[in-house]
């Protein structure tokens, strides 16, 4: 309880307050940005204990090949699995595992899903600003933030470390005894 009230004093009371020193300062946006996804990250690994009954697996359309033609921004299971992009690999993770997993094409599909599901938990998968907003916008939700990987430049062909969304989504799958 008492990690969850620091999150949030965090996320929502010092980190606004720090972005805005550091931006007048000169700091870069995506490096406070990272601040905050890898502050909130370590706070919901020391806060978080046990297994997410609901679990939510939220993914950017950008991951998604730019020549595939196949809609799954409104199920991700169309997805013909041709393995062209990490779509088909992070679908059989979440096979696996039993997931909800969702596709977003921006900010407000991705806070519609998350109000329609209602996870217990998220692991979320984004740039730092769409990460950075996410994590402010679902406090109280433990949610965990991967980085996605920009080979081509932001919103094209991006791709996410498949070991680090595991690794994400084994933290809330845990059989550990909640306090
Ligand atoms: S794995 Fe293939 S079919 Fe699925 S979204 Fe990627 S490119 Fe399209």
Redo the contacts with the bound molecule.
Sequence with gaps: MMIRVARGLFVKGVYPLLYLGARALGTSKERLQRVLINTSNALVRREFKGKASRLLLLLPHC???D????R?TSN?F????????????L?DLADELGLQLFVATGGTLARRVVVETRPEAIVAVACERDLSSGISDTYPIPTLGVLNERPFGPCLNTRVNLDAVRDALLFFCRDEKRE
């Design positions: 991951i998604q090949r020549e595939c033609n196949i799954i991700v169309n997805c013909a699995r041709c393995g062209k992009c990490e779509i088909k690999s679908i």
